[in-house]
């Protein structure tokens, strides 16, 4: 299996409750290494932006509100299978039907503060690792 990179957000609900040190651990554990990282407070530009593909969903709105509401970390996170392996670390969106033992079912509040976003594809990792950093921010 090759070295990939996935994209990955800490999101309000979790910087607030000072959540970033467990989560971070959660990936390190289990063989991601960040090899971006920064706290934002994202513009409600880049929130839009970044979630377009929901723009005609219900949650929409509310998405975008809690995503500029406080700071968030951004991360490159790199190794075997990254994009799925996050996936599974992170556990199901609503975090009712999140595995044990995962982020979600640690520490998500509901489906919206659900305390991470995780990149869904290779293909929209690329694209959303693009939509934050230049490549001389991934310093390996
Ligand atoms: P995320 O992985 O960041 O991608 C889109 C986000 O929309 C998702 O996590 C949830 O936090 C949020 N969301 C709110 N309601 C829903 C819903 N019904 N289905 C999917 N995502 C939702």
């Known amino acids: 299996m090759a070295i990939e990179r996935t994209f990955s957000i800490i999101k309000p609900d979790a910087v607030r409750r000072n959540l970033i040190g467990k989560i971070v651990a959660k990936f ?12 934002i407070k994202m513009t409600r530009a880049q929130a839009e932006g970044f979630y377009a593909v929901h723009k ?15 700071p968030v970390v951004v991360q490159v996170l790199e190794g075997e299978n990254a994009v799925l392996k996050n996936r599974e670390i992170m556990g199901a969106t609503n ?5 044990e033992g995962t982020i979600r079912k640690l520490f998500a509040l509901n489906m919206g503060e659900n305390s991470v976003h995780g990149s869904d ?20």
């Open 121 to 140: 594809s290779p293909e929209n990792a690329a694209i959303e690792i693009k939509f934050f950093f230049t490549d001389d921010e991934i310093v390996g």
């Open 95 to 99: 975090p009712a039907n999140a595995a």
């Open 56 to 70: 005609e969903r219900p949650f929409f709105g509310e998405l975008v509100e809690q995503m500029i509401a406080s």
């Open 28 to 39: 390190e554990e289990n063989g991601l290494r960040p090899v971006a990282m920064k706290k």
